[in-house]
T-cell receptor
Framework: DAGVIQSPRHEVTEMGQEVTLRCKPI?????LFWYRQTMMRGLELLIY????????DSGMPEDRFSAKMPNASFSTLKIQPSEPRDSAVYFC??????????????FGPGTRLTVT | AQTVTQSQPEMSVQEAETVTLSCTYD???????LFWYKQPPSRQMILVIR??????QNATENRFSVNFQKAAKSFSLKISDSQLGDAAMYFC??????????????FGQGTILTVHP
């Protein structure tokens, strides 16, 4: 298996521009997670999907952030408009969660976003 | 709600020696899972070891083992025969099996491990 795939690996954009981050989870996994990592705040869960449905988006910082999962093999995280404080590494992770059994999350390589 | 605390921002160890990274957690759930993840400079998050709370036996994976003290809510990671490649940031994490924490990972702040040759 190719693992979780994220694109792009690096993104540099100017303040005010729209940014779209992409994720392809591991085939067969039914849950997908978007995280943000910064020095100040560590790893934060932004949103999580189960069977393509958003379950918990309480970590999404504000309305400028939106995420979609149109099918089991693709998800996007969009920031519009972007701001310098959005600069961070964004991780996508997937897992298989079923009933009482929780399985470990597998992370993609991350997207390093720099907003100037 | 779950919280995870790593009280050691940095640790160091000599190559071939043993080091223990500390982690404490708090949860109101009766069933949960605990993990240690490693993040090397490449920033890839790699699962090191996994422990199910209902299992009393401590998990082991080659040179990595945990000391799980459920009553004390402690979950430390022991790395034996440390290697240069073990140098990384290590994160402790927990996930619940019900309610709002179902399937979600809560991470600690991380511990930077340096391995000296």
């Amino acid at each position: 298996d190719a693992g979780v795939i994220q694109s792009p690996r690096h993104e540099v954009t100017e303040m005010g521009q729209e940014v779209t981050l992409r994720c392809k989870p591991i085939s067969g996994h039914n849950s997908l997670f978007w995280y943000r990592q910064t020095m100040m705040r560590g790893l934060e869960l932004l949103i999580y999907f189960n069977n393509n449905v958003p379950i918990d988006d309480s970590g999404m910082p504000e309305d400028r952030f939106s995420a979609k999962m149109p099918n089991a093999s693709f998800s996007t995280l969009k920031i519009q408009p972007s701001e310098p404080r959005d600069s961070a590494v964004y991780f996508c992770a997937s897992s298989f969660v079923l009933g009482p059994a929780n399985y470990e999350q597998y992370f993609g390589p991350g997207t390093r976003l720099t907003v100037t | 709600a779950q919280t995870v605390t790593q009280s050691q921002p940095e640790m160091s160890v000599q190559e071939a020696e043993t080091v223990t990274l500390s982690c404490t957690y708090d949860t109101s759930e009766s069933d949960y899972y605990l993990f240690w993840y490693k993040q090397p400079p490449s920033r890839q998050m790699i699962l090191v070891i996994r422990q199910e709370a209902y299992k009393q036996q401590n998990a082991t994976e080659n040179r990595f083992s945990v000391n799980f003290q459920k009553a004390a809510k402690s979950f430390s990671l022991k790395i034996s025969d440390s290697q240069l490649g073990d140098a990384a940031m290590y994160f402790c994490a927990s996930t619940g099996t019900g309610g709002t924490s179902y399937g979600k990972l809560t991470f600690g702040q991380g511990t930077i491990l340096t391995v000296h040759p």
